[in-house]
C-alpha cells in the first residue's frame, strides 16, 4: 500500500542554517505530494504542494520538488528563523479510488535556537 | 472566505461514554475527511464524506460514526469510549473537482478520556 517514510528527529537547529527534512514515498500511479505544518498546540497548515513529476511546490521560503525517479519530496529552506519552529508532515495522496485520502508520515520536529 | 472550525476545542469524557465532534468546512468545499492524530504521530484517515454520503472509511471501528449535512458541515460521533481514543482529532475540507483534492485543516479537537 501507499506509504511515506519521513527522516526522524528533532531537528535542531541554529537560526538562518539550511534546513532539509528527507521524504520518501511508495505509492502506485501519480500521487499527489504535501507538505504541512503544525505549530504547537494547533491543527495542520499546509505549507506547499506539487501534483506531478518535476514540480517545485514554493510557499515562504520553503521548497520541495516531485522526484519520481527518486520517490522523494525533500523540504528545504535557505534561511530558517525561531518562528519556523514546528513540526513537518510530509503526506500523499494517491488517486484511482473513490476516496482522496492524505496518508502521513510520523512528522519531524524542527527546532531552531536564536 | 471563512477556514475550517471545530468544535469544542478541547473535551474531556470518561470511559463508554459517547462523545460528538462538529466542523465546519470552508465556503465552497463540498468534501469533509476527518483524522486521528495521537501524541508524537501522524494523523490517521478516519473517513471522508462527499455529499452527505460516507465515500471511504479507514481501518477504524464502527463505533466511530459520522454524518454531513447539506450545507457540507460534518460530526464525527464516538460511542463506548476508550483510553486509546484520547487524541487530536482533525477535520479537514475540501472541493472534489477534477484531479485538486488540497485538504485544509481545522484546528482540531482535543479528547480526553479518562
Known amino acids: 500500500g501507499n506509504s ?48 506531478k513529476a518535476d514540480d517545485k511546490g514554493s510557499n ?35 488517486y484511482g479510488g473513490a476516496t482522496n485520502k492524505l496518508i502521513f508520515g510520523t512528522g519531524t520536529l524542527l527546532a531552531v535556537q536564536p | 472566505e471563512t477556514g475550517v472550525t471545530q468544535s469544542p476545542t478541547h473535551l474531556i469524557k470518561t470511559r463508554g461514554q459517547q462523545v460528538t465532534l462538529r466542523c465546519s468546512s470552508q ?6 475527511s476527518w483524522y486521528q492524530q495521537a501524541l508524537g ?15 471511504g472509511r479507514g481501518n477504524f471501528p464502527p463505533r466511530f460514526s459520522g454524518l454531513q449535512f447539506p450545507n457540507y458541515s460534518s460530526e464525527l460521533n464516538v460511542n463506548a469510549l476508550e483510553l486509546d481514543d484520547s487524541a487530536l482529532y482533525l477535520c479537514a475540507s475540501s472541493l472534489t473537482s477534477g484531479r485538486s483534492h488540497t485538504q485544509y485543516f481545522g484546528p482540531g479537537t482535543r479528547l480526553t478520556v479518562l
Open chain 1, 4 to 51: 511515506v517514510t519521513q527522516m526522524e528527529g528533532p531537528v535542531t537547529l541554529s537560526e538562518e542554517a539550511f534546513l532539509t527534512i528527507n521524504c520518501t514515498y511508495t505509492a502506485t500511479g501519480y500521487p499527489s505530494l504535501f507538505w504541512y505544518v503544525q505549530y504547537p498546540g494547533e491543527g495542520l497548515q499546509l505549507l506547499l504542494k506539487a501534483t
Open chain 2, 41 to 55: 504521530q501522524g494523523p490517521q484517515f478516519i473517513f471522508q464524506y462527499y455529499r452527505e454520503e460516507e465515500n
Open chain 1, 60 to 94: 515562504k521560503g520553503f521548497e520541495a520538488t516531485y522526484r519520481k525517479e527518486t520517490t522523494s519530496f525533500h523540504l528545504e529552506k535557505g534561511s530558517v528563523q525561531v518562528s519556523d519552529s514546528a513540526v513537518y508532515f510530509c503526506a500523499l495522496m494517491g
Open chain 2, 27 to 32: 465556503s465552497g468545499h463540498n468534501t469533509v
